[in-house]
């Protein structure tokens, strides 16, 4: 079985500042692991994706995340915010044996002028 | 490519009417989900299909009913619509899970009155 745990479902930061979102997983098998962006009134967009391959993992709009084996992380960071950074992030797991993705239940991150 | 498609986007129902929505992918993907968006509760999965003519229940399948007739498309049909079932609708799909991430559709907003 998969499951996965966003810690705060909400994170406020000043804008230049570090964003940390943060997400454990479990999963019996080697995890895929992703994470999404959601901007108001829209779906879901790929911000990036580990499938085992390099664990420093690197996606769009300056984000990037680690994947962490020995601590069942994968944490969302991105080094300076911007106000348009401003959404709601998901991160889920996946395998190549399953079907579904389990996504966590979200954090909302606000930027502070 | 428009991707994945809702329609529509915004609907009122009263209290036991029925509706379906649509939802259409033109990636040629094996895989299609139907979720649910509540505030606080994140992404819960309705329906899924691995390929055409196939369904399967997810985590919240009661009330709702699917189809999956041609691979292109994936319909969701309340058939007595109640107020529990207010929600935002979001569609995804998906080429393989052998890394395969989900592409979502723009959602579609229910208000059950």
């Known amino acids: 079985a998969q499951s996965v745990t966003q810690l705060g479902s909400h994170v406020s930061v000043s804008e230049g500042a570090l964003v940390l979102l943060r997400c454990n997983y479990s999963?019996?098998?080697?995890?895929?692991l992703f994470w999404y962006v959601q901007y108001p009134n829209q779906g879901l967009q790929l911000l990036l994706k580990y499938t085992s391959a390099a664990t420093l993992v690197k996606g769009i709009n300056g984000f990037e995340a680690e994947f962490k084996k020995s601590e069942t992380s994968f944490h969302l960071t991105k080094p300076s915010a911007h106000m348009s950074d401003a959404a709601e992030y998901f991160c889920?797991?996946?395998?190549?044996?399953?079907?579904?993705?389990?996504f966590g239940s979200g954090t909302r991150l606000s930027i502070r002028p | 490519n428009a991707g994945v498609t809702q329609t529509p986007k915004f609907r009122v129902l009263k209290t036991g009417q029925s509706m379906t929505l649509l939802c259409a992918q033109d990636m040629n993907h094996e895989y299609m989900y139907w979720y649910r968006q509540d505030p606080g509760m994140g992404l819960r999965l309705i329906h899924y299909s691995v390929g055409e003519g196939t369904t399967a229940k997810g985590e919240v399948p009661d009330g709702y009913n699917v189809s999956r007739l041609k691979k292109q498309n994936f319909l969701l049909g309340l058939e007595s619509a109640a107020p529990s079932q207010t929600s935002v609708y979001f569609c995804?799909?998906?080429?393989?899970?052998?890394?395969?991430?989900?592409?979502f559709g723009p959602g579609t907003r229910l208000t059950v009155t």
């Open positions: 999963s019996s098998v080697p995890p895929y």
């Open positions: 889920a797991v996946g395998s190549s044996s399953a079907s579904k993705i389990i």
């Open positions: 995804a799909s998906r080429y393989s899970p052998q890394g395969g991430e989900q592409y």
